[in-house]
């Protein structure tokens, strides 16, 4: 399944960016989907997943209460809504997906990933 995140831009510290991340197949819908993202310097970190099946999500410390994750799978699309972005979010940010349902915390859960959409956050 090919993937592509969007929806990245610059926004001053306390605001709101919406990324999408579209998937090529229908099938879309029976992969979970995870965000993750990398600043500059570092290395690629998780953000969040949500599964194929019941829609659970999980998140990250650093983002939890302030990062949402929705799917729509007629739309083949997962949503990351960010808000509360602090200067620290700034970073690109990358759709994976992956038919399991379990260490989707883990980079190596992932078998399909996106190209970055880039968020920068001004103080």
């Known amino acids: 399944v090919q993937l592509q995140a969007s929806g990245g831009g610059l926004v001053q510290a306390g605001g709101s960016l919406r990324l999408s991340c579209a998937a090529s197949?229908?099938?879309?819908?029976?992969?979970?989907v995870g965000w993750f993202r990398r600043a500059p310097g570092k290395e690629r970190e998780f953000v969040g997943a949500?599964?194929?099946?019941?829609?659970?999500?999980l998140y990250a410390d650093s983002v939890k209460s302030r990062f949402i994750i929705s799917r729509d799978n007629a739309k083949n699309t997962v949503y990351l809504q960010m808000n509360s972005l602090k200067p620290e979010d700034t970073a690109v940010y990358y759709c994976?997906?992956?038919?399991?349902?379990?260490?989707?915390?883990?980079?190596?859960?992932?078998?399909?990933w996106g190209r970055g959409t880039k968020v920068t956050v001004s103080s």
């Open positions: 994976a997906a992956t038919p399991l349902s379990f260490d989707l915390g883990r980079r190596q859960s992932y078998n399909n």
């Open positions: 197949e229908r099938t879309f819908s029976s992969y979970a």
């Open positions: 949500i599964t194929w099946n019941d829609g659970r999500t």
